[in-house]
């Protein structure tokens, strides 16, 4: 991938040509003028300054590609337009992705130049609209499933093919089981669901930081992490209860802003598909597995649909 | 303070005068080293907080006195408030 590209930036109205060449490691950034210069590397502080502060754009750039970053609130058009036109200059197989805040950070696939260069676009003429907060499921049908994530699809082919019992998922693949499902056992009287298993390649397990998943297990099912309107468990977590009871299996797409307990970490906003079922454990008890992934997908096109329910 | 100035430039000034009078150059000195470059008029305002800095002179600031971009942005105190060190050398 060529990365080196003239660079056209605008400075007190003129239009002049740099040359620059990206480095590993070594951010670039797009300042309110069009003008472009390298950050620190591994600077959040620097990088909530620049990206506030002034409106600038970052360049990151990433194994295969580049990582377009900014915050829609601040950011300064003229960084904007500059980016898009040097996005334009780039080579067509260079893949772009999308980084932005907008009621929470949002990561979009990597897409190729020309789409990258139309979502820049779309999202100058939006981000000045207030987006619903709300946490988003969209219940689908099993016989979507062609249509889901490879986890999913494999995660219900194990499920159907070992008939609900986790003995008869062949040897094979019970590592691929094992690390890409999250388990949950009901305890006690009220037969409340608790974690049992968090597997290491499961989305909770890569999304969050890594002391989540040592201390989950044990807790309850609405044990994880704070949305910002607080609804995200009561929208969440029946489905468990549910596929616990009646044995249907649910494959749901949920959009939604988490932030972090703690508070340090800003809102993200998280796309993922998950498929719930019912299996029985080794011992024979009756658990609820849950395999999900992360779709990144995270747009305008789900928000529009939100808009429109609402 | 100067009427109307941002606190968070008056505070970025003054860790800048810190530093340059820590590595014991001068206003004229440091306004050279900057793109483009500003008077010794222009970089007393930088310090004094009447204007804000420029991040991409920030990073130039940092690099020519060899003071991490993080302190002179938030002194010992990070963004999320946690105490730590940001100076990259004392000599």
Redesign the interface.
Known sequence: MAIERRMVCRENGLKKLNNFTLKKSVPAWIDDDGGIYFGPEHSPGFDTWSLRKHGCVKIDRLQAGLLFTWDTRYVSEAALDNIVEWAGSLQDDVMIVLKYYWGGWFTEKPLDRSAAVQKISVLKQVSGIDIARDTFIQRSELRNLDAATLPIRIGFQLWESARGEIFRIPRAKTQTFYSNTVHYRPKGYQQELMFSHVGKRHCAATTLPAEWSQSAIGKPVWWSLNDINGEFDRKVSPAYQNVLETGEPVYDKIMAVLADNSECVEPIWVTYERLLVRMNDLDGMPIVVCVAHRTNDVGLQLIGEMNQLS | MTKNADP?DVEIGKRIRQYRNFRDRTQTWLGNKL?PKKSQQGVHHIETGVS?I???D??LV?ECLDV???YL??GDR???GVSGKRVKKVE
């Open positions: 968070q793109s804000g420029k991040a991409r920030l990073v940092s991490d971009v993080d942005l938030y990070t963004q999320d």
